[in-house]
C-alpha cells in the first residue's frame, strides 16, 4: 500500500493531464449544456460559498425533472464518480514529488511520507464524495428533497474547496521552499570548488 502511494509520483504528468483533460470536459458541459438546462444558473458544485435553501430549489425547478436526470447521468454518475479519486491521486503524487525536491522531506520514511500526503488529501475526497452523494440523492427525488438535504449539500461544498485549498497550498509552498533551497545549494557548491 505504501509503496504503491509513493509510486504515484512517477505519474504525476500523466496524472495531471487526465486530471486537467477531466475538468475540462466537465467545464465544457457545464457552460455549454447544463446552464442552459437549469435557465442559466449555475450548478450547486460551482458554488464556492455556498447557497440558500432557495438558491438551491430554485436550481431544482429550473432543472425540471428531465434536466435533474440529465445532470445525474452526465455528471455524477459519470465525470463527478471518477474525478474526486484522480483529482486526489493527482494531488498526493504532486505532494510527493515536489516533497522530494525538500532534504527534510525526503529523508523521512516512507511510511511518513505516504501518511503526510493522504492525510493532507484525503479530506477533500471524502468531502467530494460525500457532497456528491447528498447532491445526486437530491437530483433522483426532488420532491422529497428538504430544506436539511440543502444546508448539508451547501455545507459540503464549501467544506470541499476548504479542504481541498489544503493540499494546494501545500504543494505551493513545498515547490516555492525547493526553488529557494536551489540557490543556497549552488551556493555552497560553488564555495566548496573554491
Known sequence: MIQTI????????????????????????EFLYF?????????????????????????????????????????????????PTLLSATLVS????????????STLSDRLRATLALVLVLPYTISDYAQNLVVARILSDPPSAGAEAMALASGLIVVKFA???????????LVLAARRARPNSADLGSHGAS
Open 6 to 29: 509513493l509510486r504515484l509520483r512517477r505519474h504525476a504528468a500523466a496524472l495531471s493531464f487526465a486530471s486537467a483533460a477531466v475538468f475540462a470536459a466537465m467545464t465544457m458541459l
Open 35 to 83: 446552464r442552459r438546462l437549469s435557465g442559466g444558473m449555475s450548478s450547486l458544485d460551482l458554488r464556492f460559498w455556498g447557497f440558500s435553501e432557495s438558491e438551491g430549489f430554485a436550481w431544482v425547478a429550473g432543472l425540471g425533472r428531465p434536466g435533474a436526470e440529465t445532470i445525474l447521468v452526465w455528471h455524477y454518475l459519470t465525470f463527478d464518480l471518477v474525478f
Open 94 to 105: 504532486l505532494i510527493l514529488k515536489s516533497g522530494d525536491r525538500l532534504p527534510r522531506f
Open 163 to 173: 479542504f481541498l485549498a489544503v493540499p494546494v497550498i501545500t504543494i505551493a509552498a
